[in-house]
């Protein structure tokens, strides 16, 4: 059985920015980089303290870790629009503009840059368009958030990638949305994941309207289905009870086994377990189908 590490450290206050360094000495990044993107999670208009979007305090210990292995490159912070949002009133709404100035690095709207087709041999599709900066640079860092998920029960690393859809309205392909995970994920390969689960969101209403619950880890490693795997584990779920994660083990993108490294150790999951009505959320799944099911009838 193959195995991917995962590392795990804890962070607290003024610690993030040891905590975050001490996370890329352990995921051992290139020595050298000169192009860097970075892609964050701003899905709606929600401040950093709901746990919902990207924490500026964390981008920041995160640029700086950066800033201080590679003082010369070029680091782009990446955002697209998704269905109810703009991502150029995000930056400033969100405080992300100021963090990224402080640290040289640039602010990207997906939606303004080059996109480009690539062939996926994906679960719903043979092409995929895709943005141009993430195959332009040669460090790619995926920097989710934790959370739960109303339709998917987690939101972590691969469903990060969604937002990276072209199209600004992505409801159609909530549909099938562990397929477009998937597929997405086909398209688009980060070299590693770092996630922020400092502040996370937990509840039956996530992303956006669960409740804040303070954890207080960052999570990281190079294997997108390991990590979330991981991550999975952490919030008290079986990782093959997530449609997403068990198809996109089975689609190659990754391990759902994982061995960890740093501060934590598997006997303490029990701790950060999250709170999610598994008997609520069978019954919403049930809710939108018989809606959908009346819609087009």
Same mark, same amino acid.
Request: charged residues 30%; contains cysteine.
């Given at each position: 059985m193959s195995f991917s590490k995962v590392s795990v450290v804890k962070c607290s206050g003024e610690e993030r920015r040891t905590a975050m360094a001490r996370l890329i000495h352990l995921l051992g990044l290139p020595e050298t980089a000169n192009r860097i993107a970075i892609k964050l999670n701003l899905c709606d208009y929600r401040k950093w303290e709901t746990g919902a979007t990207s924490d500026p305090k964390v981008v920041g210990a995160l640029l700086e870790a950066l800033r201080t292995r590679y003082p010369h490159a070029k680091i782009f912070l990446c955002e697209n629009d998704s269905t109810d949002t703009l991502v150029e009133n995000l930056w400033g709404y969100l405080g992300v503009d100021a963090v990224a100035a402080r640290y040289d690095a640039k602010c990207i709207s997906l939606s303004k840059e080059a996109w480009?087709?690539?062939?996926?041999?994906?679960?719903?599709?043979?092409?995929?368009?895709?943005?141009?900066?993430?195959?332009?640079?040669?460090l790619f860092?995926? %920097?989710?958030?934790?959370?739960? %998920?109303?339709?998917?029960?987690?939101?972590?690393?691969?469903?990060?990638?969604?937002?990276?859809?072209?199209?600004?309205?992505?409801r159609p392909l909530h549909q099938y949305l562990d397929d477009a995970i998937v597929d997405i994920n086909m398209a688009i390969r980060p070299h590693f994941v770092i996630v922020d689960a400092d502040l996370c969101v937990e509840g039956n209403r996530g992303p956006t309207q669960g409740l804040p619950k303070q954890v207080g880890l960052f999570i990281g490693g190079q294997d997108p289905v390991a990590v979330d795997a991981f991550c999975a584990s952490l919030m008290g779920f079986w990782p093959s009870t997530i449609g997403h994660l068990r198809k996109a083990a089975r689609a190659g993108l990754g391990s759902l086994t994982y061995r960890l490294t740093g501060d934590l150790r598997p006997e303490s999951l029990r701790a950060y377990r999250f709170r999610f009505s598994r008997s609520k959320f069978l019954f919403m799944g049930?809710?939108?189908?018989?809606?959908?099911?009346?819609?087009? %009838?």
């Open positions: 480009t087709r690539v062939p996926v041999r994906g679960l719903r599709i043979s092409e995929l368009e895709v943005p141009a900066i993430f195959q332009d640079c040669d860092i995926n %920097h989710p958030k934790l959370k739960t %998920h109303g339709k998917t029960k987690i939101t972590c690393g691969l469903k990060n990638l969604f937002g990276c859809y072209r199209q600004k309205d992505k049930i809710v939108r189908r018989v809606l959908s099911w009346s819609e087009a %009838h």
